[in-house]
T-cell receptor
């Protein structure tokens, strides 16, 4: 059973370009979460998605950032018109169907390191 | 969401037991305590989770006092490969989870 997969692992973009980060959750997992991590800091929640639905995007900047989790295919985090401050590691996590009364474990991918020149 | 406070860094030597304490004074009744481990250039990995008293698995133990305002992750006989950042998270059970990672505790295990 493959773990959470993210690609690319490293992405270099120039200011003003678009960045597309992909995340394939673990088999059988229907919940996806995106986090951003700046150097020497903890992960910051960005968005939580289920298939074809954004459940919580409270941690995602209102402009230039968007996320989707289509019925078929990976989840995509899209950053338009990137700026240097977007340089960070972006982690995706997935979890199975959530059960009431239990705190479900999130399984993290290896991350995509975005560098904006 | 309950805020957590943990030491920024800790040093230890191989073979020692390491205890990392996390404070969460505002923990709510339905909050669980979860610890994650993160190696450089990798995503976090689940270590252990608990609600109260003591939980033990093959990797670590988690001690939670009756008031649940703190918790202690205990790593027995650490090795160099345990050098990592350890995050304490407090999150409610419910329809979904939204983990908030603080800065974590950077554990440095020396030979």
């Amino acid at each position: 059973n493959a773990g959470v997969m993210q690609n690319p692992r490293h992405l270099v973009r120039r200011r003003g370009q678009e960045a597309r980060l992909r995340c394939s959750p673990m088999k059988g997992h229907s919940h996806v979460y995106w986090y951003r991590q700046l150097p020497e800091e903890g992960l910051k929640f960005m968005v939580y998605l289920q298939k074809e639905n954004i459940i919580d995007e409270s941690g995602m900047p209102k402009e230039r950032f968007s996320a989707e989790f289509p019925k078929e295919g990976p989840s995509i985090l899209r950053i338009q018109q990137v700026v240097r401050g977007d340089s960070a590691a972006y982690f995706c996590a997935s979890s199975p169907l959530l059960r009431e009364g239990l705190n479900n474990e999130q399984f993290f991918g290896p991350g995509t390191r975005l560098t904006v020149l | 969401l309950a805020k957590t406070t943990q030491p920024i860094s800790m040093d230890s030597y191989e073979g020692q037991e390491v205890n990392i304490t996390c404070s969460h004074n505002n923990i709510a009744t339905n909050d669980y305590i979860t610890w994650y481990q993160q190696f450089p250039s990798q995503g976090p990995r689940f270590i252990i989770q608990g609600y109260k008293t003591k939980v033990t698995n093959e990797v670590a133990s988690l001690f939670i006092p009756a008031d649940r305002k703190s918790s202690t992750l205990s790593l027995p006989r650490v090795s160099l490969s345990d050098t990592a950042v350890y995050y304490c998270l407090v999150a409610p059970a419910g329809n979904f989870n939204k983990f908030y990672f603080g800065s974590g505790t950077k554990l440095n295990v020396k030979p």
